[in-house]
């Protein structure tokens, strides 16, 4: 029985979806800080209750519903990482957002590519950003084993104050 016969065609990520307590707040913050655009609307008995939003320059498309006791319940975590091409590409986003006075937590350097976690939405979901290109190479089959890896990871260079 040929194993990779029987799994299904998938296509990458199609949207993601966040819940949030204030729709108007989030979707200026996701347009400001990432560049985020509205592509679409979500209205149910006459009331706005979530926008998708679209990435000019490729990142992932967005979904944002209003549903503030999910959003508060789910408050710290990270949902997703969004890919970044390179290195360069997330010293320039780590710039970015410290001209914006966006805390975060540094460029590091991960187990496989570079990381800049702990950016923080409105409603305290963390935005993570991780390297398309690696800096260590994997056999076919091998599985990378992290252990703390944030703990364990080379800061390339401190956040904003």
């Known amino acids: 029985m040929n194993v990779e016969a029987d799994i299904p065609i998938l296509a990458g990520v199609h949207h993601l979806k966040l819940p949030v307590r ?18 679409a609307e979500f209205v149910e008995q006459g009331v706005l209750t979530g926008v998708a939003l679209s990435h000019p320059a490729g990142g992932p498309d967005l979904a ?22 390179d290195s360069a590409a997330i010293e320039t986003l780590a710039a970015r957002l410290e001209a914006l006075g966006q805390p975060h937590g540094g460029v590091w350097r991960g187990p496989r590519g570079w990381v800049l976690p702990m950016l923080h939405d409105p409603d305290g979901h963390e935005v993570r950003f991780h390297t398309v290109e690696e800096h260590t190479s994997r056999g076919p089959g091998e599985v990378m084993r992290m252990v703390d890896p944030q703990e364990t990871a080379e800061q390339v260079r401190p956040a904003a104050p």
Do not use: M, N, Q, T
């Open 22 to 39: 204030d729709l108007a707040r989030s979707e200026a913050w996701y347009g400001r800080v990432l560049g985020y655009r509205r592509a």
């Open 64 to 85: 944002l519903r209003l549903d503030p006791s999910r959003a508060e319940a789910a408050a710290g975590f990270d949902y997703f990482a969004i890919g970044v091409p």
